[in-house]
Structures are given as structure tokens and as C-alpha cells.
């Protein structure tokens, strides 16, 4: 990526941005020029992150919540103006036990975390990228979606979720600027 002019940087949305591959991705953006808004479940370690990206700022967003996460996206435009970017990687790998053992309760919060999650982020960013016709999405999956992993049922269908929904959005925006 080229560094933009100080007056046009990109502003990217990093879920899950507190920490891991969330904030590796921020800060390898950071490093190209790029605004983040990182967004996570966990504000102070989220402002702690931030605090070390030039531009960034933390937001609390549980992405389990569609109306967290519309209000997080007018937020980010508000505060920036705009949104060029989207990163989906807030996830979690859950319990590790058979699919017959799996506790209900973990499949549900995974389920709502790892895939409900991406494609509420998706819809409500989406909009606001659909009405510029400009955008950039890229929804973070795993090798256990596409082959399944024993003992990790949950977290395997909700990958595997991901890319049909990745694919599936794509098509819908193979003709904009998206």
C-alpha cells in the first residue's frame, strides 16, 4: 500500500483490534499510512493499543450485537469520516470436545462471536462502503473451516460459515467498487 497524502489517509476498522492478529494487522496498517479504529470487547486494552498507532482510536463493540455495531460504525464516521477498510478478525476457538459433548451454551456465544459477528460488521459497514462505492473487506477465516478439525465443531462451522458468507457478499459487490 502507498502512503497517502496526511489529508486523505484510509481509515480501517479492525475488530478484535485489542490484541493478537487484530492489533499485528493494525499496526502493519499503521505502518502504511492507515487510520485505525480498533474495535474489541475490551476498551481499556483496546486505548492501550491505540495509544501506540498514530491516528487510531479504541471503540467497545461487541460484534455479537448488530445495534453495538451500527452505532460503532456511525461512531467511526463521525469521528473520521469516513471508512475505507474492514478488517473482520475478532474470533475465539471455544472448547475443545466432541460435537455429541459440545456445551450448548459455548456453541451459541461462538456461533454469534465468529460468524453473526463478521456478517453484522459486514452488513452495517458495508452500507456505508456501498454508498461511497469504495471499499476494501477482507473477513478472516481459518484452514479448520474448510477441512474441519476434530473437537472443534463449532469453531470449524462457523469458519467454514465465513467463506460461503465472503463469498456469497463478494458476488453481491463483484460490480462496485468494493
Not at 483490534?17 to 476498551?43: E, F, K, N, P, Y
Request: net charge positive; proline share 3%.
Amino acid at each position: 500500500m502507498s502512503t497517502p497524502a496526511p489529508n486523505d489517509r484510509r481509515i480501517a476498522i479492525v475488530t478484535g483490534g485489542a490484541r493478537g492478529l487484530g492489533l499485528a494487522i493494525a499496526q502493519r496498517l499503521s505502518r502504511d499510512g492507515v487510520h485505525c479504529a480498533l474495535w474489541d470487547l475490551d476498551l481499556e486494552r483496546a486505548a492501550r493499543s491505540a495509544a501506540g498507532l498514530p491516528g487510531a482510536r479504541a471503540y467497545r463493540v461487541d460484534v455479537t450485537d448488530y445495534a453495538a455495531v451500527e452505532a460503532a460504525t456511525q461512531a467511526v464516521m463521525q469521528d473520521y469520516g469516513r471508512i475505507d477498510i474492514l478488517i473482520n478478525s475478532a474470533g475465539a476457538n471455544g472448547p475443545i470436545a466432541p460435537l455429541i459433548d459440545y456445551p450448548l451454551d459455548a456453541w451459541r456465544r461462538l456461533i454469534a462471536l465468529n460468524l453473526d459477528g463478521v456478517f453484522h460488521c459486514c452488513r452495517a459497514v458495508g452500507k456505508v462502503m456501498i454508498e461511497r462505492n469504495q471499499g476494501r473487506i477482507v473477513n478472516m477465516s481459518s484452514i479448520g473451516g474448510k477441512e474441519g478439525n476434530a473437537g472443534a465443531s463449532c469453531y470449524a462451522a462457523a469458519k467454514a460459515g465465513v467463506i460461503a458468507l465472503t463469498k456469497a457478499f463478494g458476488k453481491e459487490l463483484a460490480l462496485t467498487g468494493i
